[in-house]
């Protein structure tokens, strides 16, 4: 019999996949068709450096909390605890609010539209195929205590 903590969360791919797969798709469409966000100028490069480091210092923190927490990031593991401190209690996807930031981030310094057109299909990939699934998962594990947490946090910012 399978208990919630030993049942492996099902996910259509690992988060880092589907983000790195999007921006990777969108620069092929770039390199065979280029389409710029920016006209020439540095600005560009100052944008997507501020977002780089807020994306990197948000998931930092994001992982350190779930660290003090005694739980893990890796949807292959049965989460520990309810992390609701630090940046999940902005957030309760903080990490991929870090790794939206950081895809941002990268399409502005280098100037490329496709990725940023492929965002909404991104993420209602993550949407339909990552963040439901674990929000039933975590509704199945914790309970009234996530549901109470789902109440008061929004689940982007």
């Known amino acids: 019999m399978h208990t919630v903590e030993s049942t492996p969360l099902k996910l259509i791919a690992p988060p880092p996949v589907l983000y790195l797969g999007s921006l990777l798709l969108g620069f092929v469409i770039h390199a065979i068709s280029p389409v710029r966000i920016f006209p020439a100028s540095f ?3 100052v944008l997507g450096g501020v977002l780089l480091a807020l994306g990197a210092a948000f998931a930092r923190w994001s992982f350190l909390t779930m660290r003090k ?5 890796d949807p292959k593991e049965p989460s520990t605890e309810l992390a609701t401190s630090g940046p999940f209690r902005f957030s309760r996807n903080p990490i991929y609010v870090a790794m939206t930031a950081l895809y941002i ?3 502005f310094i280098a100037n490329a539209a496709w990725p940023l057109a492929l965002i909404g299909p991104l993420l209602l990939l993550m949407h339909w195929g990552v963040i439901r699934r674990e929000e039933r998962y975590l509704s199945d594990r914790f309970g009234d205590a996530y549901v109470e947490y789902k109440s008061t946090v929004r689940r982007w910012l």
């Open 69 to 73: 927490h005694g739980t893990t990031a």
């Open 43 to 45: 600005l560009h490069v």
């Open 105 to 107: 981030g990268v399409a």
